[in-house]
């Protein structure tokens, strides 16, 4: 089972942090989204045991994925946010290591997904953080 937390709303160039929380230890986990009128688009991914990450094109230099294995948690942190990375964030594992790409077919189970928001600067609120 995995638990998303940490979606919410933000301006241009704001902050937001998502956590994501397994059940068990696994080898790999890994961030989508999935924009309006968009497939689901591979964001970040993590090997647990060596740290290893990997990246798509458009968040490379913004986002940062990490892990707390002691917590069975990953992390994704994202920094100057702009309205293009609004859509829904979906937290998925593998439990082999991480291999073949963003794939969604190599990835064994999926969360709910956590709502991210983003405005343009000055509209909308500064940020709101969802549960």
């Known amino acids: 089972q995995l638990v998303e937390s940490g979606g919410g709303s933000v301006q241009a160039g704001g902050s937001l942090r998502l956590s994501c929380a397994a059940s068990?230890?696994?080898?790999?986990m890994g961030w989508f989204r999935q924009k309006p009128d968009n497939g689901r688009e591979g964001v970040a991914r993590i090997d647990t045991g060596d740290g290893w990450s990997d990246y798509g094109d458009s968040v490379k230099g913004r986002f940062t994925i990490s892990r707390n294995n002691l917590r069975n948690t990953v992390y994704l942190q994202m920094n100057s946010l702009q309205p293009e990375d609004t859509g829904i964030y979906f937290c998925?594992?593998?439990?082999?290591?991480?291999?073949?790409?963003?794939?969604?077919?190599?990835?064994?189970?999926w969360g709910q997904g956590t709502k991210v928001t983003v405005s343009e600067w000055g509209q909308g609120p500064q940020v709101t953080v969802s549960p």
């Open positions: 068990a230890y696994t080898y790999c």
């Open positions: 998925a594992l593998r439990t082999r290591f991480c291999t073949g790409g963003f794939a969604r077919e190599n990835f064994d189970e």
